[in-house]
């Protein structure tokens, strides 16, 4: 049974940092894609970060140049650095992981995290 466990999120206050984790466990071929989103009260789920297998990223414009995505491929981890966080980016921060189990490929979802921002 794969799966996926964030951890690090928290109360902090605006201007401050955390650093969420996601670790995958159970039995897998490999990990494509690990995504970081998050739901905002009052929003839809959004994509906060992307990092495929090899390392290339992508972010949302609300978060570039303060959220930095990373993964370490042989503990089936990925990170999210989190600075310069502002009230706005309270939410629960959910990570999303396409993982390989034989010639296929599946969709995981952790149980989210939740940051909260303070003024």
């Not at 980016?89 to 149980?111: H, K, L």
């Given at each position: 049974?794969?799966q996926?466990v ?5 109360l902090v206050?605006a201007?401050g940092?955390l650093r ?5 466990s159970?039995?897998?071929t490999g990990i ?5 989103y998050?739901?905002?009260p009052g929003?839809?789920?959004?994509l906060?970060a ?6 290339s990223t992508?972010?949302a414009?609300?978060?570039k ?7 370490d491929n042989?503990?089936?981890?990925a990170?999210l650095?989190m600075?310069g966080?502002m ?6 921060y959910?990570?999303?992981a ?11 979802w952790?149980?989210?995290?939740q940051v909260t921002?303070?003024?």
């Amino acid at each position: 049974q794969v799966q996926l466990v964030e951890s690090g999120g928290g109360l902090v206050q605006a201007g401050g940092s955390l650093r969420l984790t996601c670790v995958a466990s159970g039995e897998m071929t490999g990990i494509n894609n690990m995504d970081w989103y998050r739901q905002t009260p009052g929003k839809e789920r959004e994509l906060v970060a992307s990092i495929a297998r090899g390392g290339s990223t992508k972010y949302a414009d609300f978060v570039k140049g303060r959220f930095t995505i990373s993964r370490d491929n042989e503990k089936n981890t990925a990170f999210l650095q989190m600075k310069g966080l502002m009230t706005e980016d309270t939410g629960i921060y959910s990570c999303n992981a396409f993982i390989e189990i034989g010639v296929y490929e599946y969709s995981y979802w952790g149980q989210g995290t939740q940051v909260t921002v303070s003024t």
